[in-house]
């Protein structure tokens, strides 16, 4: 069965350029989650939907972060003019509802920005 | 809110030894609590969950926990190590009001042959 899948698996970008990451989630499953994982560290939040509404973001580090699920599946994570600080793995999950249940992580996006 | 702190960042055992691994809690409500593992070049995955059904919890691959609201403490532990678990393992915080969980630092566990 198909699990959660991200892309692409690798970004390089100059500083100062937008960049656009996917997150395909388990069919079916009506949660979905951002992580920003930096090396050595656990995953940290960054947003949460439900359907395709987006209901904590508190996570995002600035307003240069912005996530859409504008059909309740499909999600992509939006940086823009990145920063080398921004540097890090971006996971997704998705889980079948809500947040206390088993959440399934994609493989992540490295991002690196030079 | 919700916080949890993992003691180790690195624990290395010998194959076929007893592994344990830390991890505490703090919650202001009833915690949901979860160890995931997260095997080189692989996404995490979960190994178990505790949501107050039993206090012992048992997972995958020989894994289990125990929830101590006492101690606040939900450490991870397996009576004999196998080379195979070598990997990272975070253990996280969630509670049912929560719309996130919150990850440890994470602990790397490797196995010496």
């Known amino acids: 069965g198909a699990g959660v899948s991200q892309s692409p698996r690798y970004k390089v970008a100059k500083r100062g350029q937008d960049v656009a990451l996917r997150c395909d989630p388990i069919?079916?499953?009506?949660?979905l989650f951002w992580y920003q994982q930096a090396l050595g560290q656990g995953p940290e939040f960054l947003t949460y939907f439900q359907n395709e509404a987006q209901l904590d973001k508190s996570g995002l580090p600035s307003d240069r972060f912005f996530a859409e699920r504008p059909e309740g599946s499909v999600s992509t994570l939006k940086i823009q003019r990145t920063q080398q600080e921004d540097s890090a793995v971006y996971l997704c999950?998705?889980?079948?509802?809500?947040?206390?249940?088993?959440?399934?992580f994609g493989p992540g996006t490295r991002l690196t920005v030079l | 809110a919700q916080s949890v702190t993992q003691l180790g960042s690195h624990v290395s055992v010998s194959e076929g030894a007893l592994v344990l691994l830390r991890c505490n809690y703090s919650s202001s409500v009833p915690p949901y609590l979860f160890w995931y593992v997260q095997y080189p070049n692989q996404g995490l995955q979960l190994l178990l969950k505790?949501?107050?059904?039993?206090?012992l919890v048992k997972g995958i691959n020989g894994f289990e926990a125990e929830f101590k609201k006492s101690e606040t403490s939900f450490h991870l532990t397996k009576p004999s190590a196998h080379m195979s678990d070598a990997a990272e393992y975070f253990c996280?915080?969630?509670?049912?009001?929560?719309?996130?969980?919150?990850f440890g630092s994470g602990t790397r566990l490797s196995i010496r042959p």
């Open positions: 999950a998705s889980s079948i509802a809500g947040v206390n249940n088993e959440q399934f």
């Open positions: 996280a915080v969630t509670a049912s009001s929560a719309s996130k969980i919150i």
């Open positions: 505790y949501t107050s059904a039993a206090t």
């Open positions: 069919s079916g499953h009506v949660s």
